[in-house]
């Protein structure tokens, strides 16, 4: 227990020692009042003097006044008292002194104390002379002064008034010239050439009290040079912005809602595919004879790269082209790596034979002369073939009267809408921010709908066009069937699809279900025929390879057939070669295959779309990844004169 209280009595003592600056500080004003006298309507000039009573908590050195240049020419003759005593003009920052700096257009004032005030009561008294701050207009002059500022860094103000001293004379003619406050409610006393503002209530730490006072028109004053473009400023502000506001929320609204709207008639015109007879859930077979890259651009509306993949394979069942896959066994006996080569058959290439996208791929994977070529000599220069096969997929889509229009160009043409719509707004929001408040703020809502129509031009575009009802109808008809590949086991047996094993391989790749159909055939104990394009030389007959441009073997069939096969495997003779066959031969043989094949799609598919990589600039070769009426310049608050900061440090 002693020991408790020993911490708790040291710990307090070591409270009370801490420097009172590291407490919190505060400052309350008491009594804020502003006097504006000295006026002279013909110089236009008046003097300002603020006197604070204030309180203090904790220690404080200095004061602070900054006082925006705005909406007047000069402020100069500026004096400061402390208790009634005069301070010092000086820069020294000494005791007792005050410093006057000029820069970005704003006066600053910093007073430094007689000595540091820590916990006490103090009065302040701030004089200084506005130049060119009246207004003139014809109808009625102008003081127009923002006498308490909305920043005085918080700190709550108990009590302020503003008294404005007229010449004799101008003082506001009742009924004619109006006198307004602006900020925290206020009572106005008019007495005379003297007007008298009371804050009714305390003001808060961001609150602030403005005056506006007409006074009879003094025809040898002379407006300042601001005033003219301030007065066409909130002329426009005030009579011509509000319709220009209200025509620009209207013109939004119109793109907003017009633009979503004309996109959403163009969809319903030409996006939508036209309606369609009944059609079976599945089909079992190919519903038509289309090439499987064709179907497969078709039925998801995009030629990729698994339809070009897939032409591969039916190039191969079609006789053009064998693949061989070599293994060489890793370090040590650990692992294996395959490679794959592309062989040519006899069967030539013919205009009436092939479709501009299967002679493309031809052409270009068997170039001149050249019988074989391996996939590793693909890498980064066949990834333009791809691209120009894909247009030649949408080209054929519209040979085949299963589009009206080419598809590939008409989504590009509607993302190019969008994109331009999108820059357009991108460019005009980032103007109408730049410009901090020059222009109205409901310019942003044309960027605003000009991106919502571009969200909507984008949704729109992969539904661009509608496919002809001959290509609805087929697209129907191969997604039964896609079904059936998908879900081979839940509507057929897999002895029944073993026979189609090669034919439907091609569709399979073309549908991404290639792993799960040739998984499919792992399971059945029915023989399955390998296909006639793939040869696995690391596999007993096939040792011997394909030799490019002899004809393609025969397929091997499942029912035991013999096939006789060029080369080495052709005298290995035997009654049937399948699959299954392999698996009781070579323990793993049917697991490597199924393996094999997927390797090569997934190997072809890398290095068919591999680009060669940017090279950097440097030569290292390295590689780089109011009142009744005013007599001019508005009636709305925020255009006074003064304001600024007030605060204590």
Not at 420 to 430: D, H, I, N, P, S
Request: charge should be negative; hydrophobic fraction near 40%; include cysteine.
């Amino acid at each position: 227990m002693r020991i408790r209280f020993t911490l708790l009595f040291s710990f307090m003592l070591l409270f009370a020692a801490l420097p009172i600056d590291a407490q919190e500080r505060t400052v309350f004003w008491e009594r804020w009042d502003v006097t504006i006298d000295d006026v002279d309507t013909t110089r236009n000039q008046f003097r300002v003097t603020e006197a604070y009573d204030l309180q203090f908590s904790g220690t404080f050195q200095f004061g602070s006044v900054v006082i925006p240049l705005r909406n007047l020419d000069r402020i100069d003759q500026v004096a400061v008292y402390q208790d009634g005593r005069a301070l010092r003009a000086a820069c020294s920052r000494a005791a007792g002194t005050y410093c006057v700096t000029q820069q970005n257009n704003e006066i600053s004032i910093t007073y430094y104390f007689l000595s540091p005030i820590t916990n006490g009561r103090e009065s302040f008294r701030i004089e200084y002379t506005v130049y060119g701050a009246l207004r003139i207009y014809p109808s009625g002059d102008q003081l127009w002064w923002d006498a308490i500022p909305e920043e005085h860094f918080g700190f709550s103000i108990g009590a302020a008034g503003v008294t404005v001293e007229l010449p004799e004379g101008y003082g506001p003619r009742e009924g004619v010239d109006p006198v307004e406050t602006y900020g925290v409610p206020a009572d106005v006393q008019v007495r005379g050439e003297t007007i008298t503002v009371t804050a009714r209530f305390p003001i808060d730490g961001n609150d602030s009290l403005s005056v506006r006072v007409q006074y009879p028109h003094d025809p040898n004053a002379v407006p300042s040079a601001w005033q003219s473009a301030f007065d066409q400023q909130r002329a426009y502000q005030e009579n011509v912005e509000p319709l220009v506001n209200l025509g620009l929320i209207g013109l939004s609204l119109l793109l907003g809602l017009g633009l979503p709207l004309f996109i959403y008639t163009r969809f319903a015109a030409s996006g939508r595919d036209p309606k369609v007879g009944p059609v079976p859930r599945y089909l079992e077979t190919p519903p038509s004879d289309l090439p499987p890259a064709i179907v497969g651009t078709l039925v998801d509306e995009k030629a990729d790269l698994r339809d070009v993949l897939s032409t591969i394979l039916d190039l191969g069942n079609r006789g053009y082209l064998v693949i061989e896959e070599s293994q060489t066994q890793g370090f040590m006996g650990i692992g294996k790596t395959s490679s794959f080569v592309f062989k040519r058959t006899d069967q030539p290439i013919t205009e009436s034979g092939l479709r501009s996208f299967e002679r493309r791929l031809l052409t270009n994977l068997f170039p001149g002369n050249t019988m074989e070529r391996t996939l590793d000599s693909l890498r980064t220069v066949f990834y333009t073939v791809i691209a120009a096969m894909q247009q030649d997929l949408y080209a054929e889509m519209v040979n085949e009267g299963l589009y009206a229009v080419n598809p590939y160009a008409r989504r590009s043409q509607w993302n190019a809408y969008g994109t331009l719509m999108l820059v357009v707004a991108f460019v005009a929001g980032w103007f109408i921010v730049a410009q901090s408040g020059g222009v109205s703020p409901f310019f942003l809502g044309l960027p605003i709908a000009l991106g919502i129509g571009a969200v909507a031009a984008f949704i729109a575009a992969p539904s661009m066009p509608a496919r002809t009802q001959k290509g609805a109808e087929e697209a129907a008809k191969w997604k039964a069937f896609v079904e059936y590949l998908r879900n081979l086991e839940k509507y057929a047996t897999l002895e029944n699809a073993a026979a189609h094993f090669q034919q439907y391989l091609a569709y399979a790749v073309m549908a991404g279900v290639d792993k799960a159909w040739i998984g499919h055939f792992q399971r059945t104990s029915t023989p399955v025929a390998v296909p006639t394009w793939y040869f696995p030389t690391y596999l007993g007959r096939y040792r011997g390879g394909y030799r490019a441009g002899s004809p393609l073997p025969r397929s091997f069939s499942a029912s035991g057939d013999p096939g006789g096969l060029p080369g080495e495997l052709a005298r290995a003779g035997g009654s049937g070669f399948n699959l299954d066959d392999i698996s009781g031969g070579i323990g793993d043989g049917l697991e490597s295959i199924s393996n094999g094949l997927t390797n090569m799609l997934e190997s072809a598919g890398q290095v068919m779309t591999s680009t060669p990589q940017p090279q950097s600039s440097s030569s290292s070769g390295r590689w780089s990844s109011g009142g009744r009426s005013w007599s001019g310049g508005g009636f709305r608050s925020g255009g006074g004169s003064g304001g600024g900061s007030r605060g204590f440090g």
